[in-house]
């Protein structure tokens, strides 16, 4: 009996220990899954436009991923895209390392189209 009580207060001691643990896990890599969340959403808006229009200049993309908005379903915290030159440019070089997009000179004028585009 009291071996059994010893054994029912290790499992709850364990078992409080790693949700801690892992909660504060979460808390520290909150920030980087936000930033994260909010590049994938903000990509996932420019292959969308670029889809619907063929080709996109920086100020077009620019316009399109301004006011995003990301959260994680666990945490009140938000981010939202206030200063959209900062992250075009960083989501533009991301898109044409990972080939998803591609650059193109239409008039004198960088746009950017789909990788599968032929254009």
Avoid: H
């Amino acid at each position: 009996m009291l071996f059994r009580y010893v054994l029912e207060v290790l499992f709850l001691a364990i078992t409080i220990a790693f949700l801690g643990a892992w909660g504060i896990v979460k808390q520290q890599n909150k920030g980087r899954e936000l930033i994260q969340r909010l590049f994938l959403k903000a990509q996932k808006k420019v292959i969308k436009e670029l889809k619907i229009k063929g080709s996109l200049n920086i100020k077009e993309i620019e316009k399109i991923i301004k006011n995003t908005k990301a959260s994680l379903f666990w945490s009140r915290d938000k981010v939202k895209v206030v200063e959209p030159k900062l992250l075009a440019k960083q989501l533009v070089e991301y898109m044409l390392e990972n080939k998803i997009i591609k650059e193109k000179n239409d008039k004198g004028r960088k746009v950017y189209i789909l990788y599968e585009d032929k254009k």
